[in-house]
């Protein structure tokens, strides 16, 4: 009916199995105006790291995703949770988006009992807990039920498992009679076909009725001694441990009578949740390349989309990168909506043929001429976003060899799946060609030797970033328009530390491109590059620990030269310009937030 509010169901599974099944009975709990966020959960062993469930995740993600385009209901951030312990995540959800009904699988793992107990006591919500999935059958639907505040949400999961098929209504009590509100349910509901009123051993009465049902479904009971908190209760794990057909653990929630006690949190291990990020946050290309299913959430959301692709002397790559997009991305599936040339004066045929391609081209120093210009990447990606038109902004190098659209839907998945995320990084394989020979594996040795040693040490929340200075990587506008861009060979690193800053860890994602191959720089380029991203990071530990080095610091550079005809020291002036956050600029203000 028009007018009346969404009913939220979260749905949280910890098994790989019976999943259409688990969904189908999480929308005929909900009412028929309803929306089903879908959670998947790695419990690790506590003697594994939590980014070994990375594989794990991966796996749940599509079987999860598959399963979820077929009802409309669910919504489409599906999340999978790796963890020792993922109920308390499970609360926090449940809690920020106002769950209505909470349908957990109910794990028999001992480790968890307790968890249990937990999300019982303290989901602001009806809760449901499922041991097993019910599957079609004739027989009937035992409801255990003692009355009160279970009464109308036991009856509501009993006849979601039952179907068509009848209800046994069992009636514990301590003295033959029933409860009025019993009575008011029996006659109100023609579906329960019996009534069973048990005195004596309730435990034994429930396992005896339940033989020729196919699920049992029990009220949770009180069993605290001050009466203040639901949770399983010694009959239910008795009959639990006994009986052999699902069962279904219902918990009311009534605000007035049941507080919410937490235990007390303790400091998490920053080891510890950089593995869960590693495990939750690293996606596959694969897992998006549905073109049409990326193209649904982009309209959904009234999303548009930029490529943005920095450019110096590329003429032998630059065109088959631009029609391999094209081709893909705007003719076949119109995912994305514009390609852009930045160029940084080219003096090749670069610009020419991106213009043959029908590419809209700007030179970089032109872009912004009242705010000067620098030489350098990072300069031109900084420019870029005044030009650019979209929501989202990828930018993709073009010396790529090997291009493919996964560099671009790869990276464009997270950001249109996931909302918490507003960064992706790219990696892959970078083969590295050593005497005439190309070896899979070696390139990233910047990467390896300065980045990641670096980021480990003062950044450890970035260690589990595996190529924190590729050159693929999309963001959402309204994030990277508020944070500076070096001008060079920094600009990854800066990037990188102020989006963490900025949105924490759980703001950046990465992504498997499989294979990139390109032509590798030599030594002496990479050493240059390598002290320019070092000044990056001292820049960064200056603002952190407010402190002063780079001023004492040597910005110039002397290289080795080693040639036939010359041996020695050649200098170079290497330092990155840092520019401020985009929206700071009156001119990108008036360009992109006319009304502010």
């Keep these: 009916m028009a007018g009346l509010p969404t009913y939220r169901v979260m749905l949280v599974l910890i098994e790989n199995i019976y999943l259409t099944e688990w969904l189908t009975l999480a929308k005929h709990l909900a009412s028929t105006e309803c929306e089903i966020h879908l959670r998947g959960m790695v419990i690790q062993p506590a003697h594994l790291s939590l980014s070994e469930g990375v594989l794990q995740v991966q796996q749940w993600r599509d079987s999860l995703l598959k399963v979820a385009t077929d009802l409309p209901e669910v919504h489409d951030e599906v999340r999978v ?34 968890a249990t107990n937990i999300m019982l006591q303290s989901a602001p919500c009806d809760m449901v807990l499922l041991d097993g999935i019910v599957t079609e059958g004739q027989e009937g639907v035992l409801l255990s039920l003692r009355g009160g505040p279970n009464m109308t949400l036991g009856l509501r999961v009993a006849k979601a498992l039952a179907d068509t098929a009848p209800i046994t209504l069992f009636h514990a009590t301590d003295r033959q009679r029933i409860a009025p509100d019993m009575k008011f349910l029996i006659r109100s509901e023609p579906q329960i076909g019996r009534v069973v009123t048990a005195v004596g051993d309730i435990a034994e009465s429930i396992l005896d009725e339940s033989h020729g049902h196919k699920a049992v479904v029990m009220g949770a009971t009180f069993y605290e001694p001050d009466a203040q908190h639901s949770g399983v209760s010694p009959l239910t794990s008795v009959i639990r441990q006994h009986i052999t057909q699902p069962i279904a653990l219902v918990r009311a929630w009534h605000p007035e009578a049941i507080e919410t006690h937490l235990p007390p949190t303790t400091e998490e291990n920053l080891s510890t949740r950089v593995d869960r990020w590693f495990a939750e946050n690293t996606f596959d290309s694969s897992e998006f390349s549905d073109l049409h299913a990326l193209l649904a959430l982009k309209q959904k959301q009234g999303l548009t ?61 032109d872009i912004l001429p009242e705010a000067g210009t620098h030489r350098g990447k990072g300069e031109a990606l900084w420019k870029s976003l005044h030009v650019l038109k979209g929501d989202i902004i990828a930018w993709v190098d073009t010396d790529i060899t090997n291009i493919h659209p996964r560099f671009i839907y790869g990276l464009l998945g997270p950001l249109l799946m996931y909302p918490r995320v507003q960064y992706v990084k790219g990696f892959y394989q970078r083969p590295i060609k050593v005497d005439d020979k190309m070896q899979a594996f070696g390139g990233g040795r910047v990467t390896e030797l300065v980045a990641r040693p670096w980021l480990n040490l003062f950044y450890p929340e970035l260690s589990g970033v595996i190529q924190p200075l590729s050159g693929e990587y999309a ?43 390109h032509h590798n720089q030599p030594l002496v380029g990479l050493s240059k590059m390598a002290f320019a991203i070092l000044q990056v990071f001292i820049d960064r530990l200056e603002h952190r620990f407010e402190t002063t080095l780079l001023d004492k610091a040597n910005r110039s550079m002397k290289l080795i030269v080693q040639e036939p005809d010359r041996f020695g020291l050649e200098i170079a002036e290497i330092s990155d310009i840092e520019r401020p956050p985009m929206r700071s600029l009156p001119e990108y203000l008036s360009k992109f937030y006319p009304n502010t």
């Design 305 to 365: 989309i930029s490529v943005g692709l920095p450019a110096l002397n590329e003429e032998a790559t630059v065109g088959n990168v631009i029609r391999t997009l094209q081709k893909t991305l705007m003719e076949d599936v119109p995912l994305i909506d514009e390609i852009v040339l930045i160029d940084s004066n080219s003096t090749d045929n670069t610009i020419a043929i991106a213009e043959s391609l029908g590419v809209t081209v700007y030179k970089h120093p």
């Design 81 to 114: 949770y790796v963890d020792y312990d993922p109920y308390p995540r499970i609360l926090e959800d449940v809690k920020a988006l106002e769950i209505d009904l909470l349908v957990m699988q109910w794990s028999i793992s001992s480790a968890t009992h307790n």
């Design 475 to 517: 963001g959402r506008r309204e994030a990277l328009e508020r944070v500076p861009f070096f001008s060079g060979y920094g600009v990854e690193t800066g990037l990188l530390i102020d989006l963490l800053e900025h949105y924490g860890l759980q703001g950046i994602a990465q992504t498997n491109l499989e294979v990139r191959v």
